[in-house]
């Protein structure tokens, strides 16, 4: 295990690896007051992931759906999966992992590289827990760099979890991030390439959970165009000649089913009220399965544009968004699509590796995906320390999308965990100062290592700044790297007080 190395750790990766800092911020300068100090790349066995991490085993509360043990999480190959499986353990039908650190943290850069799940319903986070046994004064605080969903959405938050109201309620400061290359939206516009005729047009979603659509409005052809502000509840008056089938008071709307709110509207009639926003503006879909609303017109009719509006309005935020979805119109004798969206199509992060990372100091929160800052949150009150945690879970409510069978066998992929502080005395030529000798150079089997200080455990890098080899030195000290592929290796050596670096060659 590689924790808490000295600055000269980073300064050798600096200068023989600039893949292994390909993704950090600017600002985590190794050449400069930055370096490595802790760091797991699960390179050992199965059994050595508890050295350091404490893994859930038991069930798990509120909207998480499985329980979560340590068997399911599994190190094979340098990669520690948290694996999904359909199970019933511990009073739950799913089973899944959560890890985290033996030793906390406190200010300094923190990144994990990872793969999420690949199948909706899916929780894969990256996060920091301060937990309860803080110092008096301090608050008790989440910090959330990702709870990423299947298959592109980060989604990162800030929880103060000790000023509760008296509800129960606590101040928390979510933000929503569409990374895969497909942003959705709170309308879409279809002008048709050439009109159609038809009485009946179909709008249909594999949405996770229930959704609003505030308005859906079938246009007749128009040579002055269509509304550009889709979201204004005026938008049928802004463009001059439009006819919006949708309102005709012959037309019949039908849906798959409502979401029941006591003493609301939640009516599929209301796409078709002129509102986007407020009570009993829109039809809100039922949880589960497949959503559709069709929208039956008294004849047929021509038509130049579809256009819908989703999501619900707070602030100057649209909160909700849909996933997917598919428009077909009917010829008499089949449904024949006109458009269609799914995030999925975008990039995949079940299949991708990502870096997340969090930078936290005594004023400030940072938050990066590969390596670019995506968002800050200034704050005067998140001071204690912290564990790292690894987690996957299974949400209901469709929070992360729908829960189906295609989770079970899928899991949660960590390449790597890093910590970066700043360093007190990071100064190229200081460093150089504890240059290690070695010898032979190049060398075939036992490398042998030459200092005035006590020298103790020596960790072996390779040019991707990949840890390869660590062993205690014997009473010669010396160390066998037969087993090391031919090439050019950092060298990094604990002594009494003191780290030192070097280079040497395997043939």
């Known amino acids: 295990m590689k924790k808490n190395l000295s600055y000269a750790v980073a300064f050798s990766l600096m200068l023989l690896s600039h893949m292994a800092i390909a993704q950090l911020p600017e600002e985590i300068d190794l050449n400069g007051k930055w370096s490595l100090s ?143 290359g497909i942003e959705k939206h709170p309308s879409y516009t279809h002008v048709l390439d050439a009109t159609i005729t038809t009485n009946k047009i179909r709008f249909s979603s594999t949405h996770g959970a229930h959704f609003h659509i505030g308005e859906f409005r079938i246009y007749a052809p128009n040579a002055n165009g269509y509304p550009q502000d889709a979201v204004s509840n005026s938008a049928d008056s802004e463009v001059a000649g439009l006819v919006n089938y949708t309102r005709d008071a012959a037309t019949t709307i039908t849906a798959s089913g409502s979401y029941v709110i006591d003493g609301r509207n939640t009516d599929p009639e209301n796409v078709a009220n002129g509102l986007n926003t407020g009570i009993n503006a829109s039809w809100i879909s039922q949880k589960d399965g497949e959503k559709w609303l069709e929208i039956t017109l008294s004849e047929e009719k021509e038509i130049g544009c579809i256009q819908f509006t989703n999501g619900w309005l707070s602030g100057t935020g649209w909160n909700a968004l849909i996933d997917n979805y598919k428009i077909e119109y009917y010829d008499g004798a089949n449904w024949i699509e006109l458009a269609k969206f799914d995030i999925a199509d975008g990039a995949d992060f079940s299949e991708e590796y990502h870096v997340v990372g969090m930078l936290w100091d005594e004023t400030t929160i940072k938050y990066y995906f590969d390596g670019e800052l995506i968002r800050t949150f200034p704050h005067d009150f998140i001071h204690a320390p912290t564990r790292v945690y690894l987690s996957l879970a299974i949400l209901d409510m469709g929070i992360a999308g729908a829960v189906t069978d295609a989770i079970d066998g899928t899991s949660m992929k960590v390449d790597y965990v890093r910590y970066y502080t700043k360093s007190k005395d990071t100064s190229i030529n200081n460093v150089m100062k504890n240059k290690l000798k070695s010898f032979p150079n190049p060398v075939n089997d036992l490398l042998f290592v030459e200092n005035d200080n006590k020298l103790e455990q020596v960790s072996i890098y390779d040019l991707q700044g990949k840890m390869v080899l660590q062993s205690n030195l014997d009473s010669q000290n010396s160390i066998n790297v037969s087993s090391l592929s031919p090439g050019v290796y950092c060298l990094v050596v604990n002594g009494v007080n003191m780290v030192e670096t070097g280079k040497f060659i395997k043939n």
Request: glycine share 10%; aromatic share 16%; hydrophobic share 25%.
């Open 38 to 180: 802790w760091e797991d790349e699960f390179d050992y066995p199965d059994s050595q992931l508890d050295d350091n991490w404490i893994s859930q085993n038991g069930a798990s509360g509120g909207v998480v759906l499985c329980s979560r043990w340590r068997e399911n999480a599994v190190v094979n190959n340098g990669i520690v999966e948290l694996q999904a499986k359909k199970e019933t353990r511990g009073g739950q039908d799913w089973t899944a992992a959560s890890i985290w650190t033996k030793e906390k943290f406190h200010y300094g850069y923190y990144e994990c590289r990872y793969k999420y799940a690949g199948a909706t319903g899916t929780n894969n986070s990256f996060w920091m827990w301060t937990g309860y046994d803080i110092e008096e004064g301090q608050k008790a605080v989440e910090l959330d760099p990702n709870e990423g969903h299947y298959p592109n959405e980060i989604n990162t938050n800030i929880h103060n979890w000790t000023d509760k109201y008296e509800d129960g309620s606590h101040d928390d400061w979510p933000e929503h991030f569409d990374m895969g």
